[in-house]
């Protein structure tokens, strides 16, 4: 037998591992991908005139959310039935902050839909009956 065999075996072996990368750290894993987190949502002040008339409904905004958390695009995808609860909802929703969505551990921006309720209260507020005598719901 030739003796310069295991020599030549391991010279093989060791530049076969190498080139597989074998001599290389491992390479770091890549973070989950993460959705878009809501963070500060206040919702939209509703104007005592419209609580007390009894009118509501949602409003149904599309977001584009982007990589620093805050709304880039705001979009009426269905509206309340009251144009002034839907300008109010989208002017809302621009003010709100969001943890953004990661793809391999960045920021990207995402896309989502938010509803935004204006629900009339069951028992009339004390200022809608200053309302109705004609007077500011503050006097």
């Known amino acids: 037998m030739n003796r310069r065999f295991p020599a030549l075996f391991c010279a093989v072996a060791t530049a076969t591992l190498a080139a597989c990368g074998g001599s290389q750290p491992p390479a770091e894993p890549v973070p989950a991908p993460t959705e878009v987190a809501a963070l500060d949502t206040p919702p939209p002040q509703y104007p ?9 409904g949602q409003t149904v905004l599309g977001l584009e959310i982007g990589v620093e ?3 880039t695009r705001v979009d009426l995808v269905r509206g309340s039935g009251n144009a002034q609860l839907d300008q109010l909802a989208q002017d809302t929703v621009r ?5 953004p969505a990661t793809r391999a551990g960045q920021p990207v921006a995402q896309k989502i839909q938010v509803p935004v309720n204006f629900t009339p209260p069951a ?7 200053a309302l109705d005598a004609g007077r500011s719901p503050t006097s």
């Open 48 to 56: 005592i005139e419209l609580a007390c008339a009894g009118i509501g």
């Open 69 to 71: 958390g805050a709304p």
């Open 95 to 99: 003010t709100w902050k969001f943890r």
């Open 123 to 129: 028992v009339r507020p004390d200022a809608c009956f």
